[in-house]
């Protein structure tokens, strides 16, 4: 009599001939999908740490791309972009130029940008910010410090200091943007906001502010003074770091 446990032409003396053929085991995968099951059961085991930067790009392209191997491309991103960080943060256009990726490995890779973010804000706002500023830093440095031009954003704050809203005010060049004082103090008034903070950052990576961000800085503070609307500070942001005009002796 034939051996119940051959499958395939194959014994396998490890599997009870009792076992119904629907519950066996099944054999390991080999190729591209045994290689997308280690790496998630090696996420799935022992968190993101354990995965290298080109094995969660791979990852987060799965999705997009069922049928491609996506190691190549994610080795090409890396070695284009320099980290995971700076692939989900490259622009569009950028992207779209690397071969076999496409608008759906394009957008793959924009949904963790914009899910990472989403986080960020999550654990500031409605809070105190003055209290948790090391995480609002951390929401700045996720949305501003890899964008190319310059961008303005103020934080309005209620009575308790607590975070209404981030509202981008205005985007400019690579070294400036325009700001005008009237519209912030306007968008303070329609938020019902008593406080507020200025942020822009710089693409270049430094911190440092010019004389033209001082000026803006002490006309935004007259006029928001005007209508009792603090300003508590106006923060830099650079490429993993930022400064504080407060604590820098500029506010």
């Known amino acids: 009599m034939r051996d119940k446990r051959a499958i395939n032409g194959f014994a ?13 085991p099944e054999r390991p995968a080999v190729g591209v999908e045994g290689h997308r099951a280690r790496l998630r059961q090696r996420l799935l085991a022992a968190g993101p740490e354990a995965l290298a930067e080109h094995e969660l790009i791979e990852m987060v392209l799965f999705l997009a791309l069922p ?45 963790v940008q914009a899910a990472g973010q989403k986080l960020a804000k999550a654990e500031v706002l409605y809070r105190p910010v003055l209290s948790n500023w090391d995480r609002l830093m951390e929401y700045l440095q996720a949305v501003l410090a890899r964008e190319k031009v310059e961008q ?15 509202v981008p005010q205005a985007k400019g060049t690579v070294n ?18 008593t406080a507020m903070i200025l942020v822009h950052n710089h693409p270049s990576g430094d911190p440092s502010p010019s004389e033209d961000d001082i000026v803006m800085t002490k006309e935004i503070k007259r006029a ?13 942001v650079g490429n993993g770091t930022w400064l504080s005009f407060r604590k820098a002796g500029f506010l």
Do not use: C, M, W
């Open 152 to 166: 303005f954003r103020v934080l309005f704050l209620d009575n308790r200091n607590r975070l209404l809203a981030d």
């Open 67 to 111: 049928r491609r191997d996506t190691k190549p491309i994610a080795r090409e991103l890396l070695a284009r972009f320099g980290s995971f960080g700076n692939v989900i943060s490259a622009s569009v256009a950028e992207l779209l130029q690397t071969e076999g990726l496409g608008e759906a490995g394009v957008a793959a890779l924009k949904i």
């Open 176 to 193: 400036h943007t325009p700001v005008y004082p009237r519209e912030v103090v306007k968008r303070a008034l329609e938020l019902h906001a």
């Open 12 to 24: 396998d003396a490890s599997v009870p001939a009792s076992l119904s053929p629907e519950i066996r």
């Open 224 to 236: 928001a003074q005007a209508l009792s609307i603090v300003l508590h500070d106006h923060v830099i």
